[in-house]
C-alpha cells in the first residue's frame, strides 16, 4: 500500500508539472490568460447583440410595412459576414502587411490561426478572430439605415458582401492590421474611423445614388413603432460596453477606462440632444434620446481607450448637439433621404469622435497611444484629419464604383408600385402585423401611396414629434 501510494504521488506530482508546460507550448510567444480570454469571448458576444439590437432600431423606425425586411437585412448580415470574415476578412485585415495597403492573405480560411496565444496578446488568436468578426458585421448593417425602405434584397446582399471585401477589409488593415495609416500614428481605439465614418459616408453616398423613397417630403414617414426602437438602442448601448471596453483585449484598467468613458459620452450627448430640441421644437421626445445615446456613444468609440472621464462627457455632450443640428437642419435644409440617418449620427458622430482623439489623447491614459493638441502635441491631430479625409475618399469611390457595377446587371431600386406595396410583402412574402393599417405601413399612408389627412399639417410640424421624415 505504501509502496502503491508513493507511485500515485509521483505520477501526480509529473502530471502537474506538466500540465503547466502544455498550456505554455499552446500560448506560443505569450502566455493565455484565462481571465483576459474570458473577458474577450464575453465583449464578442456582446458585439454579436448589437447587430440583431440595430435591426429593431432601425425597425421601429420604418413604417410598418417595411420592418421585416428592416431586420432581415442586419439579421442575415450577421451570417453572411460571419462566412466571409472566416474565410477571407480576416487574412485581408490581420494578414502580414505589403508596403502599408494591403496583407498577404497567408491566413486565409484561418490558415496557421489556432489555439496559440495572439502575438504580443494574453488571449487565444481565436477569440481575437472572433471578436473583430463582430466588428466585420456591423460595420455594414449601419449603412442599412440610409437606404431603409427602397433596396432590394438581392442587390442589397451583392453590395454589402462586396462592400465588406473592398471597402471594410482594407480600411481595417490600414488602420488596425499594421497598414500605411497606423505607420502614420493614427488611433482608432474601437472604431470611429473604420466603423462609423466608413459605413455613415457609405451610406450617404448610397442614398444619393437611390434617390428619395417615393412621396419623402410630401407626407410623413413617421416611426411605425418607437418602444421597438427604445429596445434596439438599449441593446446597442448595452453590447457598446464590448465595443468598447473588450477592445483593450483584456480585463485591465484599460478596459475600466473604456467602459467609464463610453457610458460618459453616451449619458452626456443622450442629455444634450433631448435638451436642443426640447428648447428648439418645445417637446422633450423618446426618439431624440435614443438617437442622443447612439450619437454619444460613436463618438467616443475612438478616443475610448486614449481619452479620461472628464473630456469623455464633453466629447458626447458636443456629439448631441452637432448630430442632432446634422438631422434636424442640414438634412431638411439639403433635402437628402438618408431614411434613419446613418449618416447624421455615425457619419457626422465618428468624425467628431476621431478629431477629438487628436485633441484629448493622452500617453497618462495609454501609454501605447499619443498625446493630443491639448496635451501639447500636434502629429496626432494633423495624422487623425488625414485619416479621416481618407476614410471619405474611400467610402465615397468605393460606393460609387460599387453601386454602379452591381446596377450593370441587376436592378438595385424598388419601383414605386413596390414601394407602395412595402418590401415586407414584395421582397420576402411576409406580414409584420395583421392590422390592415399597419399592413400598409403607416397611419398616414393610403394603398394607393397617397397620404390620409394627417393632423400633422406640414413637414415643418412634424419636427415636434420626430426627426426621422
Known amino acids: ?38 473577458w474577450v469571448l464575453i465583449s464578442a458576444a456582446l458585439v454579436f447583440i448589437m447587430t440583431p439590437g440595430l435591426g429593431f432600431f432601425y425597425g421601429g423606425m420604418v413604417r410598418g410595412k417595411n420592418v421585416l425586411t428592416t431586420i432581415m437585412q442586419s439579421f442575415f448580415i450577421v451570417a453572411m459576414i460571419s462566412v466571409e470574415w472566416f474565410i477571407l476578412g480576416y487574412a485581408m485585415v490581420f494578414g502580414t502587411d505589403i508596403n502599408g495597403f494591403v496583407a498577404s492573405l497567408d491566413k486565409i480560411g484561418l490558415a496557421g490561426v489556432g489555439m496559440n496565444c495572439l502575438e504580443g496578446g494574453t488571449i487565444p488568436e481565436l477569440a481575437f478572430v472572433a471578436f473583430q468578426c463582430m466588428f466585420a458585421v456591423i460595420t455594414p448593417a449601419l449603412i442599412t439605415g440610409a437606404f431603409a425602405e427602397r433596396m432590394k434584397f438581392r442587390a442589397f446582399t451583392v ?7 473592398f471597402i471594410y477589409n482594407p480600411m481595417a488593415h490600414w488602420v488596425w492590421g499594421g497598414g500605411f495609416l497606423a505607420q502614420l500614428g493614427a488611433l482608432d481605439f474601437a472604431g470611429g474611423l473604420v466603423i462609423h465614418i466608413l459605413s455613415g459616408v457609405s451610406g450617404l453616398t448610397l442614398c444619393l445614388l437611390l434617390g428619395k423613397r417615393s412621396g419623402y417630403g410630401k407626407y410623413p414617414m413617421m416611426p411605425h413603432n418607437l418602444p421597438m426602437t427604445v429596445l434596439g438602442a438599449t441593446l446597442l448601448w448595452f453590447g457598446w460596453f464590448g465595443f468598447n471596453a473588450g ?3 483584456g480585463a485591465n484598467a484599460l478596459a475600466a477606462n473604456a467602459f467609464v468613458t463610453s457610458q460618459g459620452a453616451a449619458a452626456a450627448a443622450a442629455v444634450t440632444w433631448v435638451l436642443a430640441e426640447w ?13 442622443g445615446c447612439i450619437a454619444g456613444l460613436v463618438a467616443i468609440t475612438p478616443a475610448a481607450g486614449f481619452v479620461a472621464p472628464m473630456p469623455a462627457i464633453l466629447i458626447g455632450a458636443i456629439s448631441g448637439v452637432i448630430c442632432y443640428s446634422a438631422v434636424a437642419f442640414v438634412k431638411v435644409k439639403l433635402g437628402y433621404d438618408d431614411s434613419l440617418d446613418a449618416f447624421g449620427i455615425h457619419g457626422i458622430g465618428g468624425t467628431w469622435g476621431s478629431i477629438a482623439t487628436g485633441l484629448w489623447a493622452t500617453t497618462e491614459v495609454n501609454p501605447a497611444g499619443a498625446n493630443g493638441l491639448f496635451y501639447g502635441e500636434t502629429h496626432l491631430l494633423f495624422a487623425q484629419l488625414i485619416s479621416t479625409l481618407i ?11 460599387l453601386y454602379k457595377l ?6 438595385v431600386r424598388a419601383d414605386k408600385n413596390e414601394e ?3 418590401l415586407d410583402i414584395t421582397e420576402h412574402d411576409e406580414r409584420a402585423y395583421n392590422q390592415a393599417v399597419m399592413a400598409v405601413g403607416s397611419p398616414f399612408e393610403h394603398p394607393s401611396g397617397q397620404p390620409f389627412q394627417s393632423p400633422v399639417s406640414t413637414i415643418q ?9
Not at 453590395?159 to 471585401?165: R, S
Not at 428648447?279 to 438617437?291: E, F, H, Q, V
Not at 410640424?461 to 421624415?469: S, V
Open 1 to 38: 500500500m505504501k509502496r502503491s501510494g508513493l507511485i500515485l504521488r509521483v505520477l501526480l506530482l509529473c502530471l502537474s508539472m506538466a500540465v503547466p508546460t502544455a498550456f505554455a507550448a499552446d500560448g506560443g510567444a505569450g502566455q493565455i490568460d484565462t481571465g483576459d480570454t474570458a
Open 159 to 165: 453590395f454589402i458582401l462586396l462592400w465588406a471585401i
Open 247 to 249: 477592445s483593450a483585449l
Open 279 to 291: 428648447i428648439l421644437n418645445g417637446k422633450p421626445t423618446i426618439l431624440g434620446a435614443a438617437s
Open 391 to 401: 476614410a471619405y475618399a474611400l467610402a465615397i469611390a468605393g460606393t460609387f464604383i
Open 406 to 411: 452591381i446596377s450593370t446587371f441587376m436592378k
Open 420 to 422: 407602395i406595396a412595402g
Open 461 to 469: 410640424d412634424l419636427g415636434t414629434n420626430g426627426h426621422h421624415l
